[in-house]
């Protein structure tokens, strides 16, 4: 019983962790079910059966990585496009003239000397105009820095 | 959950979700007595394999028409030492199942008046 356990879940491994943490252990739970079924019906069904769930959990892990189904992992299926991020935070910093300069900053908060930008930064950013009056610019925060499932995989 | 409710009215389930969704509205299930009920009730015309079903679960569950449930409390709790995940039909579920039945009975009727199904021509 412990091998195929094992092989199952290496196989699991194919999926994200947010979903792994969802569904894993009952998937577990179903595959030990299924293959004690199959046992009862002689060796041949135990290789037919370990082929057809292998087969269908490489697809399907596969599948859930590049489309999410869960809503915890939308910010995952955002990480995934990791493509269309880089073309946008390209195009906004082509625009800019480069990410701002942070001088002390924790986490680009608008208080206090956290997220101040540098004189040379700030002359480079007013210059074409981007900049409110205070000269004072935010860090664009990376959008899955605050996202659990992010941080998690 | 937060989908837009117009386009869950336009979308016609498909036949697995439809499958999983009926076995759910009759008791709360966990995942291998879902496969089996699901076989037995399509007559073996669906038989998702663990990876598609829990695919499917996911996207119930994300929808909100699936949600995990305590077992029942005539089931036998334990599954090898740990405790069975049960899941069960949410009131939104039930409205997608009646939603898609009703789907299927217009298209039957249709099917029937173009005497596509002699049978139950009548």
Do not use: C
């Given at each position: 019983?412990?091998?195929p ?8 491994l ?6 792994r ?6 998937m ?6 299924r293959?004690?079924e199959?046992?009862k019906e ?18 399907e ?7 999410p189904?869960?809503?915890e992992?939308?910010?995952s ?11 946008m ?5 082509a ?5 701002p ?6 986490g680009g908060?608008d208080?206090g000397a ?6 040379e930064?700030?002359r480079?950013?007013t210059?074409r ?8 610019q935010?860090?664009p ?13 | 959950m937060?989908?837009?409710?117009r ?6 389930l498909?036949?697995?979700d ?11 299930l ?13 007559a ?5 394999e ?9 996207r ?6 699936v ?13 090898r ?24 009975r217009?298209?039957?009727e ?13």
């Amino acid at each position: 019983m412990k091998s195929p356990v094992r092989l199952f879940q290496l196989f699991l491994l194919l999926f994200p962790r947010a979903f792994r943490d969802r569904f894993g252990a009952s998937m577990r739970e179903t595959f030990e079910d299924r293959l004690e079924e199959s046992r009862k019906e002689g060796t041949r069904a135990v290789a037919e059966f370990g082929l057809r769930t292998a087969g269908d959990l490489a697809r399907e892990g596969i599948r859930e990585r590049l489309r999410p189904t869960l809503i915890e992992a939308r910010t995952s299926g955002l990480r995934n496009n990791w493509m269309g991020w880089g073309m946008m935070m390209g195009g906004r910093y082509a625009r800019r003239g480069g990410p701002p300069r942070v001088q002390g900053g924790e986490g680009g908060s608008d208080q206090g000397a956290a997220g101040r930008v540098t004189p040379e930064s700030q002359r480079s950013s007013t210059s074409r105009g981007t900049l409110p009056e205070g000269g004072r610019q935010r860090t664009p925060a990376h959008p899955f820095t605050e996202s659990k499932s992010f941080a998690e995989s | 959950m937060d989908q837009d409710p117009r386009a869950e009215r336009s979308n016609p389930l498909s036949a697995t979700d439809f499958h999983v969704l009926m076995v759910l509205a009759e008791e709360d299930l966990y995942g291998y007595a879902i496969m089996k009920a699901v076989e037995r009730e399509s007559a073996g015309a669906v038989s998702p394999e663990i990876g598609s079903l829990y695919r499917i679960l996911a996207r119930l569950v994300s929808k909100g028409f699936v949600d995990e449930a305590d077992a029942p409390a005539d089931a036998s709790v334990e599954h090898r030492g740990r405790p069975r995940r049960y899941y069960r039909l949410t009131e939104a579920g039930r409205l997608a199942v009646i939603r898609e039945s009703q789907r299927l009975r217009d298209v039957l009727e249709l099917a029937r008046a173009r005497s596509l199904l002699p049978e139950l021509a009548g």
